[in-house]
């Protein structure tokens, strides 16, 4: 083995420990499955991976209360977004880090610089559809 291929293969198994990690964490905090809480973390990854590098289109869903003749129900729409991490990419998340404005950090969800708004959006974890397209 090369050093190349030992890098790789570490790289790896962080990441392989990460996504068990975060499964746990997600299994706990929304009761679900194993199997879906893995398919979640392994998503989340590729996504938080991406975003710092370049620019993504993906999709998550949105959802929202709406009340119809007395009863409370949640409406779901899905939402296509580009974004990225990366303040080298766009100009407005570059002014926006020279700020240096903190919040505090809520683990479940994902925050991310919307390159068509110009603005930070954010999403649960578990709403995360799909990665697109790396731009």
């Known amino acids: 083995m090369n050093k190349k291929e030992i890098e790789r293969l570490t790289n790896f198994r962080l990441s392989a420990r990460w996504a068990m990690e975060w499964s746990a964490q997600l299994q706990d905090y929304y009761n679900l499955t194993a199997s879906r809480?893995?398919?979640?973390?392994?998503?989340?990854?590729?996504?938080?991976?991406?975003?710092?590098?370049?620019?993504?289109?993906?999709?998550?869903?949105?959802?929202?209360y709406q009340m119809q003749d007395g009863v409370e129900y949640i409406e779901a729409s899905l939402r296509v977004a580009v974004g990225t991490l990366n303040p080298d990419l766009d100009e407005g998340l570059r002014n926006w880090c020279e700020k240096g404005t903190v919040k505090r950090k809520n683990p479940f969800v994902c925050k991310y610089w919307d390159i068509e708004r110009q603005q930070w959006r954010s999403f649960r974890v578990v709403c995360l559809n799909k990665i697109e397209e790396v731009l």
């Open 37 to 64: 809480a893995l398919t979640i973390a392994w998503r989340l990854h590729r996504l938080l991976s991406a975003l710092g590098d370049r620019k993504v289109r993906f999709s998550y869903y949105t959802d929202f």
